[in-house]
């Protein structure tokens, strides 16, 4: 403050009103509301701050009142609260607003600020609203303070030439487009302390998905509405307002007034601000140590409160990752069900009950995170060219390689029927052209858990292509999985691979189960999903899938009592604890009612029209599907049956993990596929030999395991296993 009282006089801001108020107060009134000042000192302090007075003349007219320090205190705090400040005689309008604003003028000093304008979306009478807000424009960039860059659309060609001269000269830029009917205001970039437009675009182009741009669709008072907003952004942005540009698109609909903000995060691995090997180096130390596990929320690493705050920006219909997270609107009232956009997993739209990415769970909270980690697990898993790869065949890099048959587990015989097989069946459970060991792919090293070692795996099997890749490797989403933690993301990766072989080894063989007694529990949320389904016309049970790994894995079944088709669905859930496993398998049986929820007893009324789905919901019955009822020879299983399920958190899963892969001889191989510019751990776990639910009929596991456990006295042949695909 010192350093200018003697050129400019302190006083109350001049979007102020201020006045005596009854009882000695001195009431302070602005557009934003009215502040009362109580007190003695202010009360003789608030008439000399008139704006004619310099600090030291105001200083020295409250000596004989307060001390120095006192007086100095009381503007100190007056000044924080953008009451007081120093100022000219001027007293316009506009200087009102810049006071409001906290800032001082942009016209008001020695060399008043410079823009270039740039406009690439055609003339714009651009040049004459900065002048009218007091900048000073020039044509020549070279000498600009900065530019202000118009244009149609975000993902403009030219506007790379022109990030990439900023990032070169350091000149900061802002971007806006003004002639649709949403007009687009920053970021404003400014190179070496934020995100660029590179950035900015990668997001983009994702969320375009190659759809094409619309007609033009504005006004001659959209366009000079969103020109002056721009400007106005501009000239806030060049006098130092916090006006949130730097890293957010500021959007305003025109046709309903809303205006929203949407953040744009600064990629580590860009090509042109960043280093873009930041993405490349993904492979996992050889201990994956859980760090600040919690018990209680499924053994989770952090707070659901804390994940979704530190990751909701990334469901962002501008600049996110997916679509804003929303009720899935066909879900029963008795569960927690969001979507969060589509499934990148899938390459035909034709998903099924999967076609979209979202989450459930016990809570509202619990499922919108849910939501978006499904969201973000299938995002990081996607490949985007720039994943670490090395090149060649299985052949020869046999000595570090895992060869794809052992993880994709197709029967030969689904190979040499595959033409007959691919004609009827669903687009997930297309079976590929075999596999050739001389064939030069792309492999990406992974980390054994189990050995420490680095293999090889083929990227395509481990990221999502798009129907790009090679067609004899398919990736799936099993063993995808995001957490709070690299720890806490592999332990739910390694839970989904067991909680899909368990499901196979029953489906395929159609083995009766043990009920589990969910009364046992004693879990008020457990029974209430049972009364829920009750309301609805639905039986529920639960059956106990448990396989020889150990870990409890339970199916929740409902269908219809009240009319002939009984639009039969399933849920399933793994966990270490034996009532999370139930609570999983209830809140997924809950997230796939909903394309059943509306179906009438004449047939009509389901939320997908896949033949193979509603087929099984017309005709799949618990008579002529007996495996999905109890095995009425077995005793139920009853909570106390599970030993202790208290585990101590995430720290006892780890080491429970590491002991099954011990005990049946399992590589459990881990890839990090965590994106720099994402920050939520997500890795892809995969386990050779263990199977997918999906009909995938390799010897192995899906006929020796069920024999082993007792369930069959010989192994199921190949052509009498379950003809029907699980369709989940």
Request: with cysteine; aromatic share 6%.
């Amino acid at each position: 403050m010192a350093a200018q009282a003697d050129r400019l006089f302190l006083g109350f801001k001049r979007h102020l009103r201020v006045e005596q108020a009854p009882g000695g107060a001195i009431r302070v009134t602005s557009a934003r509301g009215t502040t009362t000042l109580q007190g003695a000192l202010v009360h003789r302090l608030a008439p000399l701050l008139d704006g004619t007075r310099t600090e030291s003349e105001i200083r020295r007219a409250m000596a004989p009142f307060a001390s120095e320090d006192r007086v100095g205190h009381m503007l100190g705090r007056l000044a924080r609260a953008n009451l007081v400040g120093f100022q000219t005689t001027s007293r316009t309008a506009a200087d009102a607003y810049w006071d409001l604003a906290g800032v001082d003028r942009p016209d008001t000093g020695a060399d008043p600020t410079s823009v270039a304008v740039v406009a690439l979306a055609g003339a714009q009478p651009a040049a004459d609203a900065c002048r009218a807000a007091g900048l000073t424009v020039t044509q020549d960039e070279s000498r600009a303070d900065a530019l202000f860059v118009l244009c149609a659309d975000y993902l403009d060609p030219r506007l790379a030439e022109i990030n990439a001269r900023r990032l070169s000269d350091g000149t900061p830029w802002l971007l806006a487009s003004v002639c649709g009917p949403d007009v687009w205001v920053g970021p404003a970039f400014e190179p070496g302390t934020g995100p660029c437009w590179e950035c900015l675009a990668a997001r983009l182009r994702r969320r375009r998905s190659g759809t094409p741009e619309p007609p033009e669709a504005s006004l001659a008072p959209t366009r000079a509405a969103g020109l002056h907003l721009a400007v106005l952004e501009l000239t806030k942005w060049l006098a130092g307002a916090a006006s949130g540009l730097r890293e957010q698109v500021w959007t305003l609909d025109t046709v309903n007034l809303a205006l929203s903000c949407h953040p744009v995060t600064r990629r580590p691995q860009c090509a042109a601000c960043g280093d873009p090997a930041a993405n490349r180096v993904r492979v996992v130390p050889a201990s994956v140590a859980p760090a600040g596990s919690r018990p209680g929320n499924s053994h989770r690493a952090m707070p659901l409160e804390d994940v979704w705050e530190r990751y909701r920006h990334l469901a962002d219909p501008v600049t996110g990752i997916t679509d804003p997270i929303r009720p899935d609107p066909r879900s029963p009232g008795f569960v927690h069900c969001y979507l969060s956009g589509r499934n990148l997993a899938l390459d035909d739209e034709a998903g099924g009950v999967r076609q979209w990415s979202g989450g459930k769970g016990c809570t509202d909270l619990e499922a919108r995170v849910s939501a978006l980690a499904e969201a973000v697990e299938r995002y990081c898993g996607t490949r985007l060219g720039d994943e670490q790869v090395v090149c060649g065949s299985y052949h020869d890099l046999r000595a570090d390689a895992v060869h794809p048959d052992s993880c994709q587990l197709f029967h030969e015989r689904q190979y040499a029927e595959r033409a007959r097989w691919n004609a009827g069946a669903t687009p997930f459970q297309q079976v590929p052209e075999p596999f050739d060991d001389r064939a030069v792919i792309d492999w990406t090293p992974v980390r054994s858990l189990t050995t420490g070692a680095e293999r090889l795996l083929p990227t395509d099997l481990l990221y999502f292509t798009g129907g790009a890749g090679e067609p004899s490797l398919k990736a799936t989403s099993n063993g995808n999985a995001a957490g709070a933690s690299l720890a806490d993301a592999t332990v739910q990766g390694f839970l989904e691979l067991v909680e899909r072989d368990a499901v196979a080894l029953w489906w395929y063989n159609m083995t009766r189960q043990p009920v589990i007694d969910q009364a046992s529990f004693g879990d008020p949320f457990i029974s209430g999903v049972f009364d829920g389904h009750a309301g609805i016309g639905r039986a529920l049970w639960l059956l106990d899938l448990t396989s020889d790994l150990g870990v409890p894995v339970v199916a929740a079944i409902s269908r219809r009592t009240d009319k002939p088709a009984q639009d039969i669905m399933l849920g399933f859930g793994a966990h270490f604890d034996v009532r999370i496993a139930v609570r999983r398998a209830l809140t997924e049986l809950g997230q796939m009612l909903s394309a059943v929820a509306d179906a009438g007893p004449d047939g009509t009324g389901y939320a997908l029209a896949d033949p193979h789905l509603v087929t099984w919901w017309r005709e799949a019955t618990t008579a002529n599907q007996p495996y999905l009822l109890p095995d009425p020879g077995q005793a139920p299983r009853r909570l106390a049956d599970y030993g202790e399920t208290g585990h101590g958190g995430l720290e006892t899963d780890v080491a429970a993990m590491h002991a099954i892969a011990e005990r049946h001889g399992l590589d459990i191989l881990v890839l990090d596929q965590t994106r720099p510019d994402i920050g939520m751990p997500v890795v892809k776990v995969t386990v050779p030999g263990l199977r997918h639910f999906w009909a995938r009929f390799a010897p192995g596991r899906l006929y020796d395991v069920p024999v082993r456990l007792g369930r069959l006295r010989r192994a199921t042949a190949y052509h009498d296993l379950n003809p029907i695909p699980l369709f989940l």
